[in-house]
């Protein structure tokens, strides 16, 4: 049982580049998450899907485009990357509103210089 | 948003009950508060969930009061491996959706 798998573990941009995180979930869940965590720092909501065709924004969706057309997957689009967007991006599912716990990917660590 | 504020760290010695407390004044009626734990470089990881009194597991308990302002995760008799960081978390009930704010987190560093 994979649980929730983002690619790629470790990817390094340049300014201005664009590039997508890749996030699947193989628990049916229907809410999605997208959460970046900078050094020594919270997680920070980025977007955030209740179902398919569904998503929107968190604390911070600047700079950031998601979709969700199938249940199982949940992309996250950086366009122009810049350096306050070096972080590690967490994607996160559940299976309904309020309760149930959150499962999480391992992380996508993001350098962008 | 249910906004939640915890204390930024704490420190213990291994075998030590350890309770951290988590203020939500402005919890609505349909949320549970949720605790989570994370280890440097990984995902946060669900450790307990309640709606009011107690509710215990293998791994903690929390502890909420009546009004429900506030709750309490207690690790019995800590260890090394428990150094780590914890969240609470207050689900909020945003327009058609469920949006999940994690707030600083306590950091609990368990010394021998």
């Known amino acids: 049982n994979a649980g929730v798998t983002q690619t790629p573990k470790f990817r390094i941009l340049k300014i201005g580049q664009s590039m997508t995180l890749q996030c699947t979930q193989d628990m049916n869940h229907n809410y999605m998450y997208w959460y970046r965590q900078d050094p020594g720092m919270g997680l920070k909501l980025i977007y955030y899907?209740?179902?398919?065709?569904?998503?929107d924004k968190g604390e911070v969706p600047n700079g950031y485009n998601v979709s969700r057309s199938t249940t199982e997957d949940f992309p996250l689009r950086l366009e122009l990357a810049a350096p306050s967007q070096t972080s590690v991006y967490f994607c996160a599912s559940t299976r309904g509103a309020n309760t149930g716990e959150l499962f999480f990917g391992e992380g996508s660590r993001l350098t962008v210089l | 948003l249910a906004k939640t504020t915890q204390p930024i760290s704490m420190d213990s010695y291994e075998g030590q009950e350890v309770n951290i407390t988590c203020s939500h004044n402005?919890?609505?009626?349909?949320?549970?508060i949720t605790w989570y734990q994370q280890f440097p470089s990984q995902g946060p990881r669900f450790i307990i969930q309640g709606y009011k009194t107690k509710v215990t597991n293998e791994v903690a308990s929390l502890f909420i009061p009546a009004d429900r302002k506030s709750s309490t995760l207690s690790l019995p008799r800590v260890s090394l491996s428990d150094t780590a960081v914890y969240y609470c978390?207050?689900?909020?009930?945003?327009?058609?959706?469920?949006?999940?704010?994690f707030g600083a987190g306590t950091r609990l560093f368990v010394k021998a």
């Open positions: 978390l207050v689900g909020d009930q945003g327009t058609g959706g469920f949006k999940t704010i």
């Open positions: 402005n919890i609505a009626t349909n949320d549970y």
């Open positions: 899907s209740v179902g398919a065709g569904i998503t």
